[in-house]
């Protein structure tokens, strides 16, 4: 805790420029709503904090992935009210499972997200290059250009759910290379 509080004392004195970040997706990841041999949900809509009836691991990976959150929030927060800048990257929301809960979507993001700094974007990685689907959101603090620039990037990946390098539409690649990557991404 004394690093995170020295970064904000930091911030808070105008001498941190820039913070970007995320927090770890493994609690997070909605492929684990895909397949039955994986690895189980640790959230879900209702419960967003933690599964009931988690395992000890799972527990631990939950508490985990919430501090690291709040920690990411609030380094980019401080940051932002005091002459920086902040980048906060998470998976989208998976429109294909309605229990998954994204970390965009709790309460305290929201309300972070009502802030006059924070502006939030959607889009996909294939943009960038990436080979396969990865659906993204960004919430942008303090940096209208960054915003504006990561807004062209949501424009390109808009309209009929195709991904832009070719191939089939999210949903059926979504499906088709989840049980492939859900062990990879989900478990450590």
Not at 114 to 142: H, N, R, W
Not at 157 to 184: C, S
């Amino acid at each position: 805790m004394r690093t995170i509080h020295m970064w904000e004392e930091q911030a808070a004195k105008g001498l941190v420029e820039a913070v970007i970040g995320g927090h770890p997706c493994q609690s997070w990841c909605a492929a684990k709503w895909l397949v039955d041999d994986g690895p189980d949900p640790v959230r879900s809509v209702d419960y967003p904090w933690g599964l009931p009836q988690l395992s000890y691991r799972d527990m631990q990976l939950a508490y985990l992935g919430k501090s690291l959150r709040r920690t990411a929030y609030r380094l980019v927060v401080t940051t932002s009210a005091y002459r920086g800048w902040g980048l906060i990257e998470h998976p989208q929301p998976a429109p294909w499972e309605l229990r998954h809960i994204c970390s965009f979507r709790t309460q305290e993001v929201i309300q972070i997200l009502q802030l006059p700094s924070a502006q939030y974007v959607e889009f996909d990685q294939c943009v960038m290059g990436q080979i396969e689907q990865k659906p993204t959101s960004a919430a942008i603090f303090s940096c209208p250009a960054l915003y504006k620039a990561f807004l062209q990037f949501q424009n390109a990946t808009k309209g009929e759910g195709m991904h832009p390098l070719g191939g089939a539409p999210y949903q059926e690649n979504i499906k088709r290379i989840a049980p492939g990557f859900t062990h990879q991404l989900c478990a450590s």
